[in-house]
């Protein structure tokens, strides 16, 4: 059984900085590409971040792109997101998922996920 541990979700201020990781066991992730999402209350689970296996492609929603930057140690088996200039709106659950086939952007493509973290921006 593959199981995600999310943590490192906290309360911050508008600005701050807050570093998330992902701690698998069950499967190693080396060959599989990760992704973080989040969720707000009464929203839907949106994608944030991931990040491809081989190559290292990167890629980030509008939001994320420029403040978030996630990253892998395979070696740890762990995926991490860094969160800079954190805003309230940034406020959400954030999981961390394996993806499986499909659209990397939408949940239905990723088939383990995380327990989640929950990240609060407010002043």
């Known amino acids: 059984q593959v199981q995600l541990i999310e943590s490192g979700g906290g309360l911050v201020q508008p600005g701050g900085s807050l570093s998330l990781s992902c701690a698998a066991s069950?499967?190693?992730?080396?060959?599989?590409?990760m992704a973080w999402f989040r969720q707000a209350p009464g929203n839907e689970r949106e994608f944030v971040a991931a990040?491809?296996?081989?190559?290292?492609?990167?890629y980030y929603s509008d939001s994320a792109k420029g403040r978030f930057t996630i990253s892998r140690d395979n070696a740890k088996n762990t995926v991490y997101l860094q969160m800079n200039s954190l805003k309230p709106e940034d406020t959400a659950v954030y999981y961390c998922?394996?993806?499986?086939?499909?659209?990397?952007?939408?949940?239905?493509?990723?088939?383990?996920w995380g327990q989640g973290t929950q990240v609060t921006v407010s002043s």
């Open positions: 998922a394996v993806y499986f086939g499909g659209n990397i952007y939408q949940r239905t493509s990723y088939n383990y």
């Open positions: 069950g499967r190693t992730l080396s060959s599989y590409l």
């Open positions: 990040m491809s296996a081989s190559i290292g492609n990167r």
